[in-house]
């Protein structure tokens, strides 16, 4: 089975940066996402990481590490929209799953003024 | 110019009846996804489809049915529905069986009476 874990909840100051981690043990690794969820709406893609190491992609970066089963998100000079749920999703590449994603529970981030 | 689409928004229906989801993507994808999403906000997979063929079944109780007509819609049909059945449910759709980024619809939240 998956198991990813990653904080229910952080709280950080506008233009502040935030590092939510994230980490998993699944079997058949592809692949990891960050998805960005507002209240009442759908998961949006932020990122993606297959290889150990840093992706950035303005104010917010993502980290891989395959051996060490973890992966962040990083959220620089952060405004009140990113006041969000962000997911993390590990996809899975086996004889009977084509690209399957398993969610982590999400992390709620408050930013306050 | 909606990428995933779904109908209805919100569905409120007594127990024991028979509803229908609609989702349709015009982003050319040839995979489409049904997500649960339950009230502690947890995202599960329900069931994937590859060119209108079933590829991922989870464990999901047999009143849920989906129908692909052709590859750009994914319906979901639910029979006799429960009290636990109220959750937002969510398609999903990507490229190239699976392995590409996945991209949601704005969510059917469901309540059940």
């Known amino acids: 089975g998956q198991n990813i874990d990653q904080p229910t909840e952080m709280t950080a100051t506008e233009g502040a940066i935030v590092q939510i981690n994230c980490t998993y043990q699944t079997s058949g690794f592809n692949g990891l996402f960050w998805y960005q969820q507002h209240a009442g709406e759908a998961p949006t893609f932020l990122s993606y990481n297959v290889l150990d190491g840093l992706e950035e992609k303005g104010r917010f970066s993502s980290f891989l590490s395959r051996s060490k089963g973890y992966s962040y998100l990083l959220l620089k000079e952060l405004q009140m929209k990113d006041s969000a749920s962000y997911l993390c999703a590990v996809r899975c590449m086996t004889t009977d799953s084509w690209g399957k994603l398993q969610f982590g529970a999400g992390t709620q981030v408050v930013v306050t003024p | 110019d909606t990428a995933v689409s779904q109908t209805p928004k919100y569905l409120v229906t007594q127990m024991g009846n028979d509803k229908s989801i609609k989702c349709e993507q015009n982003l050319g994808h040839d995979t489409m996804y049904w997500y649960k999403q339950d009230s502690k906000k947890f995202l599960k997979i329900m069931f994937s489809y590859n060119n209108k063929e079933l590829i991922i079944n989870e464990t999901v109780p047999n009143r849920f049915s989906p129908k692909s007509p052709d590859k750009a819609h994914l319906n979901l049909h639910i029979n006799s529905l429960e009290l636990g059945d109220s959750a937002v449910y969510f398609c999903?759709?990507?490229?190239?069986?699976?392995?590409?980024?996945?991209?949601f619809g704005p969510g059917t939240r469901l309540l059940v009476l």
């Open positions: 999903a759709s990507s490229q190239n069986g699976g392995r590409e980024t996945q991209y």
